[in-house]
């Protein structure tokens, strides 16, 4: 009989993160400050994160471990199961062998609460009262309010409006777990009433929820900022999916050929793609790694790699990564984790020396997919992680033309129960693809920063 669950036991769940700083040949241009454009120090950081995980920003060494008190959190969820999808493989009538990681399992829904918890943990250490973050679909924003719960922290989430209104039970989720939600651009802050000034129907921005809510903590002596994707240390504490991915293969006696996940600032794709990197840089076999984007928002398929501002305000430091321009406005698709103008600056490293390759989906393929994934697996997956499912689906009917075997695996990041809305519009014809015109592309690209 098939192994349709690969699972491993508490004390499998991995005891040191994966820092992928450590093997990289070229190490990633540093950040820079962004008023004198020089290199960021690390008091330049420390009004805003813990020394930590300043330190794990700028951390070279291979392995960094997991404290205790986060490993007995870890143990809440993980280790998370490796399922083989044997009623999707039959429904396409394929000889592929396909696996997902399942995210989903955690008590936010999603991977996100892998870092959420490190932070929350780290911050309370020192000293810190209250976290300020931003959040697209809300995945984010309700792993930190979670996390900031069971450390006795305040959190404070500014949410990109257009998902404020479209996913209402998010929201509901995080004042659930004690998080104060504000729609952004909000008036509570310089950079949202410049924004509200400049267009009052403004959708919002992952961009913009940023600059929001670095604004709160650096206004604030008891606040922090937490992000949930694009830094070092957020990716860092992210490898735990990729690790026991690994050591789940293994245990199936399989070798992954093909490995994909969705990629919007990159914290799922890098945290499952990063320990596979590490045997592609040491020579090993390993899987061709697939981060699946939208079209709307094409930031690793057509950005520029350049210097350029994490938010919309200018207020972060200036990362070395592929960008759309800081000022870009994605349209409002129901893939709220993916609307970000630019990705991790450690992918997009990996990116660029060739360890991974980038593809765009339109919103109507995927949601497709991810119905079809449903309907044959039993789980609605979150419409970023359905990016994940459509390639996936994809690369299987290819190995169905091609007559074959091989073995894929993805990762679900999480859940689609708290997004039926955008189910319904897909189900009703609502829903619309959005090619992001060439003639945006550019006027965008133009107001990047000259470094």
Known sequence: MTQTKILLSEAEIPEAWYNIQADLPNPVPPPLHPGTRQPIAPEDLALIFPMELIKQEASTEKWIPIPDEIREIYRLWRPTPLVRALRLEKALDTP??????????????????????????????????????????????????????????????????????????????????????????????????AALAANPDSPGSLGLAISEAVEDAAKHADTNYALGSVLNHVLLHQTVIGLETRAQLAKAGEQADIAIGCCGGGSNFSGFAFPFVEQIIKGEAAP????????????????????????????????????????????????????????????????????????????????????????????????????????????????????????????????????????????????????????????????????
């Not at 360890?355 to 997956?381: D, M, N």
């Open 96 to 193: 592929a062998r396909i696996y997902f990681k399942n995210e989903s399992y955690s008590p936010a829904g999603s991977h996100k609460l892998n870092t959420a918890a490190p932070q929350a943990y780290y911050n309370k250490r020192a000293g810190v009262k209250r976290l300020a973050t931003e959040t697209g679909a809300g995945q984010w924003g309700s792993a930190l309010s979670i996390a900031c719960r069971f450390f006795g922290l305040e959190c404070t989430v500014y949410m990109v409006k257009v998902s404020f209104q479209q996913k209402p039970y998010r929201r509901s989720l995080m004042q659930i777990f004690g998080g104060e939600v504000i729609p952004s651009p909000s008036d509570r802050t310089d950079s949202g009433r």
């Open 288 to 451: 061709r790694l697939i981060a699946v984007e939208p079209t709307a928002c094409p930031t690793l398929t057509r950005g520029k790699l350049a210097y350029d501002f994490g938010d919309v305000a200018g207020l972060t430091p200036l990362l070395y990564m592929y960008t759309l321009g800081k000022d870009f406005m994605p349209p409002g698709i129901h893939a709220g984790g993916l609307r970000y103008h630019g990705d991790a600056p450690l992918l997009c490293q990996a990116i660029k020396n060739g360890y991974i390759h980038p593809v765009a989906y339109g919103q109507k393929r995927v949601f497709e997919s991810a119905v079809l994934f449903a309907q044959t697996e039993g789980i609605v997956p979150a419409p970023e992680s359905a990016h994940a499912v459509a390639c996936a689906i994809d690369e299987a009917i290819a190995c169905r033309e091609a007559g074959e075997g091989k073995t894929i695996v993805f990762c679900l990041s999480g859940h689609g129960y708290l997004d039926l809305a955008a189910y319904d519009n897909y189900l009703a014809g609502e829903l619309q693809d959005y090619p992001l015109p060439e003639a945006e592309l550019q006027q965008a690209l133009a107001g990047l920063p000259q470094v």
